[in-house]
């Protein structure tokens, strides 16, 4: 099969030698949770009313944010917390993204307040959430600090980029024209699959520079 079909020999081979039952069932959930987001979900709800352990909930939160049901997410993080026993960082994590998604910036801040003098913590997706709620709350200083934070050569082109209309939206013209051609410059050296990745950003770069 190899020899005469080479493509469903090569397919044949893989499923059959290299393979194994706990990779296929993977692939296959896999495949169904992409057709059927809500099925895992169901799967999952089951198993914490079956076992409601700390990692079965834990993983139900995960699968509600996986699908941006973050209304969800937060009630099954929020149980997660009911075990002090368990390091509470992620969760915490997790609650920033979620409450920022359905703009609640109140309870950004929050959960903020118990991982924010971790080290994980700075430079993180967290921290940009937590600038952009003081944004949003109105204090513009501490906001600043923290979106600066994120500003990092070769790296973060979205938090940069939203850290340059933060510059001008508060009419500081030049600051935000020096990091926008920062970024530009930047880009022009990007790796193909990036430039595809961050294609969105460098036009809207592109169009403010103009």
């Not at 020999?9 to 290299?18: E, N």
Request: glycine fraction near 2%; charge should be neutral.
């Amino acid at each position: 099969m190899i020899f005469f079909i080479p493509v469903f020999g090569a397919i044949f081979y893989i499923i059959t030698q290299v393979l194994t039952t706990r990779d296929v069932d993977k692939i296959q959930s896999e495949i169904t949770t992409i057709i059927n987001p809500t099925k895992k979900i169901k799967d999952l709800e089951r198993k914490v009313e079956f076992s409601n352990t700390y990692a079965n909930q834990l993983e139900l939160a995960d699968a509600y944010y996986g699908i941006n049901d973050f209304n969800n997410a937060i009630i099954n993080y929020n149980k997660t917390l009911e075990d002090t026993v368990q390091d509470s960082y992620y969760t915490r994590q997790q609650l920033v993204l979620c409450y920022f998604n359905i703009k609640d910036y109140e309870s950004v801040l929050t959960q903020v307040e118990y991982i924010k003098n971790k080290s994980e913590f700075k430079g993180s997706k967290q921290q940009f959430c937590y600038g952009l709620a003081l944004r949003e709350k109105g204090d513009l200083e501490a906001a600043e600090e923290q979106l600066k934070a994120i500003d990092r050569p070769y790296s973060n082109y979205n938090e940069r980029l939203e850290l340059a209309k933060f510059y001008l939206g508060n009419n500081r013209k030049e600051e935000a024209h020096a990091l926008l051609k920062e970024i530009y410059e930047e880009s022009q050296h990007m790796t193909k699959p990036n430039r595809r990745l961050f294609k969105t950003t460098i036009i809207e770069v592109e169009r403010l520079l103009k």
